[in-house]
């Protein structure tokens, strides 16, 4: 199997579907909805970031996961 364009893509496409399919509350235990952000004007911490991204993807990448992942079927199903 040769490292490819395509298969650079196809592992950021897994790697975002892994990301959109998280669970916060089985997978992420203990790392729930009301850790958060500070006060105002401090940092979030990595953990808030981190739930940040999960929701974010899970929020905005939806709609384009479909299409993406629908693409690459029909692409390995071509050719193979």
Same mark, same amino acid.
């Given at each position: 199997?040769? +490292?490819?364009?395509?298969? /650079?893509?196809?592992?950021? %496409?897994?790697?975002?579907?892994?990301?959109?399919?998280?669970?916060?509350? $089985? &997978?992420?235990? !203990?790392?729930?909805?009301?850790?958060?952000? !500070?006060? &105002? !004007?401090?940092?979030?911490?990595?953990?808030?970031?981190?739930?940040? /991204?999960? $929701?974010?993807? $899970?929020?905005?990448? $939806?709609?384009?996961? %479909?299409?993406?992942?629908?693409?690459? %079927? %029909?692409?390995?199903?071509? +050719? !193979?």
């Amino acid at each position: 199997m040769a +490292f490819t364009l395509y298969s /650079l893509i196809q592992t950021a %496409i897994l790697c975002t579907n892994a990301i959109a399919v998280l669970h916060e509350e $089985r &997978f992420l235990i !203990g790392w729930g909805i009301d850790q958060g952000v !500070g006060g &105002f !004007g401090d940092d979030p911490g990595v953990k808030a970031q981190i739930l940040n /991204l999960i $929701r974010s993807v $899970r929020t905005v990448m $939806r709609v384009p996961l %479909i299409i993406v992942n629908t693409a690459c %079927i %029909i692409l390995l199903l071509l +050719f !193979g």
